[in-house]
């Protein structure tokens, strides 16, 4: 029995241990899940300073983009949306739970790069470019001047057909503007035909087109070229003309497809007129119908000023034309087809007799006898309903040298 109260005093000493061991152990899983929390709450503290950082930093880059926008807005955002009606706005939505009625609520939006316009009426579309062979041709038409024509129906027949006989096709956009040029004296019922049957030609082709008489006053002798010359000058102050057709009063074409602007090349379009059997009578004629653009007449000094009388100027033309390196286009044959005008030669429009002479020195001459060395006076210019009238003085011919 004595030997029990050592054992029961190691027993106590042993039962006092285990208890401080668990003290300890309890204490130190407290303390580990407070470091842990420690931890967490750490790393939560870092996630929320990562989450303003870049909330603020969004905040920024969306005001420089606001400030880009603004001064490009209009160039990298309108030319797509706003030509569909609709206008982009730039909102800073980066914030949690930030929506576009919310910032519309706190007036947080920024100016619209396209300020909404009221009573904005669209822009018309650009024209379509014309066809090269419009749809509307006829092709081989009826050319009859037995019948009696006024004014006055030809206007009725033209209600499209502006003052000073002017039309530009209203459903697309012509490559070429044309001035189309007669030399004129006493030719008042062939006038009437012209443009009776060129006016809707003319329209059928898509033409944009102005129609100028070059009227001869007094009763010198008649001068074709000059005329012309004057003619280029005169639309030239009237228009921006780019091309010129050159048609005599007397010449009516017989088929629409003969298109009525410039080429590539010089054109003559009366290549086979009846009085010639439908046939062109040399290989060098230049005559009756003939078209340059503005680029093509200045190459060549326009035309000559000295051939008085008839005869001759359209094969100086000619040799103006093939000298400066071009070649004359034309139709073909069954489409450059005319009928002329029955008349008898006017007064004082006689042969000339210098004619074969001034062709063969074409290459000396046509440098200073052109376009360049015009001289004119114009007397009157005066608008019609279907054509321009410009009269004017163009002096007289030199006198012929005395044959002893």
Same mark, same amino acid.
């Given at each position: 029995?004595p ?12 039962g006092?241990?285990s ?6 152990l309890?204490?130190g899983r407290?303390?580990e &899940? ?11 503290h870092?996630?929320? !300073? !990562? ?5 603020v930093?969004t905040?920024r ?9 603004g001064r490009n ?9 706003a ?11 980066? &914030? ?8 519309l609520?706190?007036?947080e *939006?920024?100016?619209p ?16 470019p ?6 509307g ?5 009826? #050319? ?10 030809? *206007? ?14 209203? /459903? ?7 001035? #189309?040029?007669?030399?004129?004296? +006493?030719?008042?019922?062939h006038l009437?035909?012209?443009? +009776?049957?060129?006016h809707?030609i003319?329209?059928? *082709? ?12 007094g009763e ?18 009237d228009?921006?003309?780019d091309?010129?057709?050159?048609s /005599? ?5 017989m /088929? ?11 054109? +003559?379009?009366a #290549?086979? !007129?009846d ?5 062109? @009578?040399?290989a ?5 119908v ?5 680029k093509?007449?200045?190459k060549?000094?326009?035309? @000559? ?21 071009m ?12 009928? !002329?005008?029955? +008349?008898?030669?006017d007064?004082h ?7 074969f002479?001034?062709?063969q020195?074409?290459k000396n ?10 001289t004119?006076?114009?007397? *009157? ?8 009238? #410009?009269?004017v003085?163009?002096g ?9």
């Open positions: 029995m030997v029990a109260a050592p054992a029961l005093s190691w027993l106590a000493v042993a006092r241990s208890s401080s061991a668990m003290t300890r309890m204490l407290t303390l &899940r407070i470091c842990k929390g420690v931890l967490l709450l750490c790393l939560l870092f996630l929320i !300073m !990562m989450i303003l950082y870049f909330d930093y905040q880059f969306d005001l420089f983009s606001r400030f880009n926008n807005g209009s160039r990298n955002n309108v030319s797509g949306a030509g569909n009606g609709h206008h982009f706005y730039y909102y800073n939505l980066s &914030r949690p739970n930030a929506t576009l009625a919310s910032y609520a706190t007036g *939006q920024l100016v790069s396209v300020q909404p316009e009221t009573n904005q009426t669209p822009s018309p579309k650009p024209l379509p014309c066809p090269e062979n419009p749809p041709l006829v092709g081989r038409l009826l #050319i009859e001047f037995s019948s009696q024509m006024t004014m006055e129906r030809v *206007q009725k027949e033209n209600p499209n057909v502006t003052e000073g006989g002017r039309y530009t096709p209203p /459903d697309c956009r012509p490559r070429w503007k044309v001035a #189309i040029i007669i030399p004129f004296r +006493h030719r008042e019922n009437k035909y012209w443009l +009776h049957y060129l809707p003319l329209r059928r *082709q898509r033409i944009d087109y102005g129609i100028y008489i070059i009227n001869q006053l010198d002798t008649f001068n074709r070229a000059k005329l012309l010359n004057v003619g280029y000058t005169e639309a030239l102050k228009g921006e003309y091309c010129f057709i050159f /005599d009063v007397d010449l009516i074409p /088929d629409d497809r003969n298109l009525y602007h410039c080429y590539d090349q010089p054109r +003559h379009f #290549i086979a !007129m009085k010639f059997g439908f046939r062109l @009578p040399y060098g004629y230049f005559g009756g003939s078209g340059l653009s503005k093509q007449f200045l060549i000094n326009g035309f @000559p000023n000295e051939y008085w009388g008839w005869g001759g100027e359209d094969d100086d033309i000619y040799n103006r034309i093939t000298l400066n390196g070649k004359v286009s034309r139709p073909d044959v069954r489409i450059g087809r005319y009928r !002329m005008i029955k +008349h008898e030669r007064k429009n006689e042969p000339n007799p210098q004619r002479n001034k062709i020195n074409t001459t046509m440098k200073k006898d052109g376009i360049s060395s015009l004119y006076r114009v007397i *009157q210019f005066k608008r019609y309903p279907l054509y321009t009238n #410009i009269s003085e163009i007289k011919p030199p006198p012929r040298p005395f044959k002893g």
